[in-house]
């Protein structure tokens, strides 16, 4: 039997922020790839390292040489999105350092998968002004990836994920339908197969938006979040990552 050994890097997205778990935990599209991959009939080592909040360098200079420490066959990473939330962030200087991602990875030996995250901004403040750096990354993003012969799992592009139905209350993050959606396209592009439930369209339109809902939504997750940025700290702050080290994955575990 093959094994795959299959490190997660990233932040909330890959982390699993909005699939919530009835023991307060989460678990998101990463975790249900490693899912996938044992349907597949292969052993499945896993570790998530992936911490909510966290900017592409810390990433990049925490994650990666802990992942690469472990010996993995197979990498997915994603970051950057809570860099284009702040307004002086440096594309450039983004993407200089995903291909340094890729270099490394590459010369591990590990499978890399490249992915973007979903566009959440149709339900966020400011949206054309976050929506127009996402789209740029997104496009430089990919045309980097192809360069360098890597794969690459394209959510900002999908109109239907960025529907409202696949949103958690936060709007801010993929609830449980989309992040099966995902881990649908990441299994899809690695050659895998996935239950086709995970990629049925989410029922529903988008509903109107009442001023007293609008005003508790502030309340309850845009305030703090702006707290958060004046004061310089994080929503993963003091926390540790999720799966730090190998755990077997078992079928319908």
């Known amino acids: 039997m093959d094994e795959i050994r299959y490190v997660a890097l990233g932040d909330s997205f890959t982390e699993g922020v909005g699939d919530d778990l009835p023991d307060?935990?989460?678990?998101?599209?990463?975790?249900?790839?490693?899912?996938g991959l044992v349907a597949s009939g292969a052993r499945v080592r896993y570790a998530n390292l992936a911490i909510r909040g966290r900017l592409?360098?810390?990433?990049?200079?925490e994650q990666l040489p802990a992942a690469l420490a472990l010996g993995?066959?197979?990498?997915?990473?994603?970051?950057?999105?809570?860099?284009?939330?702040?307004?002086?962030s440096d594309p450039q200087r983004l993407l200089d350092r995903m291909s340094d991602v890729m270099d490394r990875v590459a010369a591990s030996g590990a499978q890399l998968v490249l992915l973007s995250g979903a566009n959440p901004t149709a339900g966020l403040p400011m949206q054309a002004r976050i929506e127009a750096k996402g789209d740029?990354?997104?496009a430089s993003v990919a045309a980097l990836a192809a360069e360098h012969g890597v794969l690459f799992a394209d959510n900002w592009s999908d109109r239907e994920l960025a529907r409202s139905p696949y949103w958690s209350r936060d709007r801010l993050h993929l609830g449980s339908i989309g992040h099966h959606r995902v881990a649908a396209r990441v299994l899809a592009t690695l050659g895998y197969e996935h239950p086709r439930s995970w990629t049925?369209?989410?029922p529903g339109g988008e509903s109107a938006v009442r001023f007293r809902d609008e005003l508790a939504y502030y309340r309850e997750h845009v305030v703090p979040w702006?707290?958060?940025r004046l004061t310089g700290r994080s929503s993963g702050d003091g926390?540790?990552?999720?799966?730090?080290?190998?755990?077997?994955?078992?079928?319908?575990g």
């Open 24 to 35: 307060g935990g989460v678990r998101g599209w990463a975790d249900l790839v490693a899912q």
């Open 226 to 228: 702006i707290q958060r």
């Open 239 to 252: 926390r540790s990552a999720k799966y730090g080290a190998w755990t077997d994955i078992t079928p319908g």
């Open 72 to 88: 993995p066959t197979l990498v997915t990473f994603n970051g950057g999105g809570n860099d284009i939330l702040r307004p002086r």
């Open 56 to 61: 592409l360098g810390p990433i990049i200079d």
């Open 200 to 202: 049925i369209d989410a």
């Open 136 to 138: 740029a990354l997104n």
